[in-house]
């Protein structure tokens, strides 16, 4: 049984690993907690932010069931991780990755074509890859930036919709008006937006976006969480937290995703910032500053802020 993708806040998961660079399940588990506790409404596995691109394919699918397994009964749980160039390995990923009863399995829209192919071809492509993953699995979309940015136009992404089978996007257009055309494309649909880009959060959601997904969730969850259920309710509120968000969102450009995992540390739910995808060891003690800094005041936003009263 496939639970509903909820509209809201779903973090894209980080990957802890050990010292000896082996996945660290037991502060995976820690950190599923930590998502739920501050009110993740879904969780994103095996993603970008997942540095799947260095996990085996083992690795994302052990990663995926254990995700869904201890976040059974409390929030959905999508993944993703079909991270190959060719055709018939994809399927075989994307059918591993469904046997794990994960809530919806994710397509990266840039796997689907190579960058200097037309939509034409990726939406054959898709066509083609629809008819080869069981149709009872519900499905999602993940405009991921690595190796390049393949944005969906609002066109194709009706399509996608038409097709019934999916159920969420990851949008990283960052573009505002874009959104709204593809809301609009997509309206009374299955098919939910969630908006990557912490600057034009609010403003999407006034638009009609379901939720957010971004890096920014790993930092501080519960003040994504506390705007997705306020902004309409308290908007002059939220406008001042939004600022605040969009401001700390720079961060971003930091020797991300090893910040995140400094900023766990602080919460006490991981135990080092080791990465696969960057060299943690570049990260600076003026960066590490930066996230202590950030840390302090998240907390005080949080106090003024509870998502949970």
């Known amino acids: 049984m496939y639970q509903i993708i909820t509209d809201g806040n779903w973090p894209v998961m980080l990957t802890p690993f050990t010292e000896q660079n ?71 990923e994307l059918n591993a990755m469904a ?19 037309s939509d034409d071809v990726w939406l054959a492509n898709l066509d083609k890859l629809l008819g080869r993953l069981p149709e009872h699995v519900p499905l999602g979309l993940y405009e991921c930036p690595a190796p390049y940015r393949r944005l969906l136009t609002p066109e194709m992404l009706k399509k996608c919709s038409d097709t019934g089978r999916f159920r969420f996007i990851k949008d990283v257009s960052c573009d505002l008006q874009l959104i709204g055309d593809k809301l609009k494309a997509i309206q009374g649909g299955s098919l939910k937006i969630f908006n990557a880009n912490t600057a034009t959060l609010l403003d999407s959601y006034r ?16 003040l994504y969480a506390w705007l997705f259920r306020n902004w309409e309710s308290q908007p002059e509120a939220a406008g001042e937290l939004s600022d605040f968000l969009s401001v700390s969102s720079f961060l971003e450009k930091q020797l991300y995703p090893v910040n995140a995992k400094y900023y766990l540390m602080l919460e006490g739910i991981l135990t080092n910032y080791r990465c696969r995808s960057r060299n943690h060891e570049e990260f600076s003690a003026t960066q590490r500053l930066e996230i202590e800094q950030l840390y ?12 949970f009263t």
Not at 99 to 117: K, P, Q, S, W
Not at 296 to 307: L, W
């Open 207 to 222: 638009l009609g976006a379901f939720g957010f997904s971004g890096v920014m969730a790993n930092f501080h969850p519960e």
């Open 296 to 307: 302090r005041v998240s907390k005080q936003y949080a106090r003024k802020y509870p998502v």
């Open 99 to 117: 046997e794990t009863g994960v809530d919806a399995v994710v397509l990266i829209t840039n796997r689907l074509a190579a960058a200097e192919e």
């Open 22 to 92: 082996n996945v660290d399940y037991e502060a995976l588990e820690r950190l599923i907690d930590w998502y739920i506790e501050r009110g993740a409404d879904g969780l994103f596995a095996v993603c970008q932010s997942s540095e799947m691109y260095t996990l085996t394919l083992e690795e994302r699918v052990l990663i995926a069931a254990f995700v869904k397994a201890k976040a059974a009964g409390r929030v959905p749980v999508i993944a993703s991780g079909h991270v190959s160039d060719a055709f018939e390995d994809q399927v075989t």
